[in-house]
């Protein structure tokens, strides 16, 4: 992974910074095996397609602008954000739905960018 900015600890610690303008991204909708939708964000790096991708989730926090997404890219990785049913909504979570979405996440991995 690519060295921290300098001024990384002045930084706010989740701060998603500059990407570069050439780096690709793809917002996918996904279907979990039980129907239910969730969203991703398919960051690639402007000159190849990695077999490699790293993915940043969490039950119910936004993470398509995780702060390490674009150093995740600048290495040569893909960086998958993916965002569950339960976007800013844990009241009613279930954590065997979370696998469904993760699951449904991979298989866009896997099937469809290879």
């Known amino acids: 992974?690519?060295?921290a900015?300098?001024?990384?600890?002045?930084?706010?610690?989740?701060d998603f910074g500059d990407i570069d303008s050439a780096v690709r991204q793809t917002v996918v909708q996904l279907y979990g095996a039980d129907g239910a939708k969730s969203r991703g964000i398919l960051y690639?790096?402007?000159?190849?397609t990695p077999r490699t991708a790293i993915i940043m989730a969490?039950?119910?926090?936004?993470?398509?602008?995780?702060?390490s997404i674009p150093y995740w890219?600048?290495?040569?990785?893909?960086?998958?954000?993916?965002?569950?049913?339960y976007l800013n909504n844990d009241?009613?979570?279930?954590?065997?739905?979370?696998?469904i979405d993760l699951a449904a996440g991979i298989r866009f991995l896997r099937e469809e960018r290879g």
Request: glycine residues 4%; without cysteine.
């Open 1 to 3: 992974m690519p060295k």
């Open 5 to 14: 900015p300098t001024d990384y600890q002045t930084r706010y610690p989740i």
């Open 44 to 48: 690639l790096p402007p000159d190849r």
């Open 58 to 67: 969490h039950p119910r926090g936004d993470f398509f602008q995780h702060y």
């Open 73 to 85: 890219v600048e290495a040569g990785f893909a960086a998958f954000a993916q965002n569950t049913r």
């Open 91 to 99: 009241s009613m979570m279930l954590q065997e739905n979370l696998l």
